[in-house]
């Protein structure tokens, strides 16, 4: 005896993703306005000067990443429990990656989901994180590995939060600008090589055509069964170096950068990629002072992380190795010695 339950039906989580100065807005609602004391102490006048709701309550959190875990969401999760949101209600999440991600696993679970948008205000969170709905906070055991994927209802993307934008925070910035590049797009890496992107119109083209190559790829795998996956290009790398230096030592995006070094070197092993091809992207990343070397003191332990990438299952680990300059492989059988191989270049001498 069954009983089927017909689901099968398409739901449009279409939305908009709007680059240019924000424009003036009102919520017929109760919403919170997510963020951390430094955004807010340099933005949030900004912010509400473009923004207004029927209820606004601002909800911050402690900076970084160390603090992208569950004591903050349930710090969250109070605010909204006393201030009585219900699903009607709208979450802001307003800063950058670490802000964008936590907010959007809150409104996942929040009464089972509710809506929020994403006003990201670094490169980073506005070129990738703001866009594809990955929500998710860390724990002891890696990066990400609790979450959802919930997708937003509209990204402000807003230059003028860049203006005040640290030299390395816009760095690993460019480091997913030039992820995304290298996978799937091999005119916009010769336009990154050519392009100054500290030029305010050259870097809203740079955002504009990383955010496009993004947003196709999500069209296309939403919940990251297959071609998806390719995003993460130099992030099973870099997440082991994150979790290894305890998210103190290197922003997401320059960990990425090194990352990305290691996998060129894996395609240069396998023949997918050239010794120039590869001395390109490490080029491009250190034209903006991208940190491109890092110091493996255990090799087998840093092998034996990458298990808890998500990617990953059981015996097998799965690489996002590119080809060429503009095409991508995900690959989960590359034999563990070419691997050890690799990460013994790295390691201390």
């Not at 964008?100 to 980073?124: C, E, H, K, N, W």
């Not at 209802?153 to 230059?159: C, H």
């Not at 055509?209 to 939403?222: H, I, L, R, S």
């Amino acid at each position: 005896m069954q009983v089927n339950i017909p689901l099968k039906q398409l739901i449009d989580n279409s939305y908009d993703i709007t680059i240019d100065t924000m424009q003036k807005k009102y919520f017929d609602n109760k919403i919170a306005i997510v963020t951390n004391p430094k955004v807010a102490g340099l933005h949030l006048a900004y912010l509400l000067s473009k923004i207004s709701a029927k209820e606004l309550y601002i909800i911050t959190v402690p900076d970084g990443e160390e603090y992208k875990n569950q004591a903050s969401v349930d710090l969250i999760l109070e605010s909204l429990f006393n201030h009585r949101f219900n699903r009607g209600s709208l979450l802001i999440a307003f800063g950058g990656g670490v802000i964008g991600d936590m907010t959007g696993y809150v409104a996942s679970i929040y009464q089972r989901g509710i809506d929020f948008i994403q006003i990201p205000t670094t490169l980073l969170s506005q070129v990738d994180a703001s866009v594809g709905g990955k929500t998710g906070i860390n724990n002891a055991y890696g990066k990400n590995l609790i979450g959802a994927f919930h997708q937003p209802k509209a990204v402000f993307i807003d230059p003028y939060f860049l203006t005040t934008l640290p030299k390395r925070e816009f760095g690993a910035g460019v480091a997913e600008i030039v992820k995304m590049a290298v996978t799937f797009n091999k005119e916009f890496f010769a336009f990154l090589q050519k392009a100054n992107l500290h030029e305010r119109d050259t870097l809203q083209e740079a955002i504009k055509q990383a955010v496009q190559t993004k947003a196709d790829v999500v069209a296309k795998d939403e919940k990251e069964h297959g071609l998806r996956a390719a995003l993460n290009y130099g992030h099973t790398f870099g997440h082991v170096i994150e979790n290894e230096t305890n998210y103190k030592t290197y922003l997401h995006g320059e960990a990425v950068a090194i990352g990305m070094v290691m996998a060129n070197e894996v395609a240069v092993a396998m023949g997918f990629m050239t010794d120039q091809e590869a001395q390109s992207v490490k080029n491009l990343l250190e034209k903006y002072d991208l940190p491109t070397s890092y110091t493996i003191t255990d090799v087998n332990s840093f092998y034996e992380a990458f298990f808890l990438d998500k990617k990953s299952a059981d015996a097998s680990v799965t690489f996002i190795i590119p080809v060429g300059i503009g095409g991508v492989k995900i690959i989960n059988d590359i034999d563990k010695e070419l691997i050890l191989s690799v990460l013994r270049k790295f390691g201390a001498k």
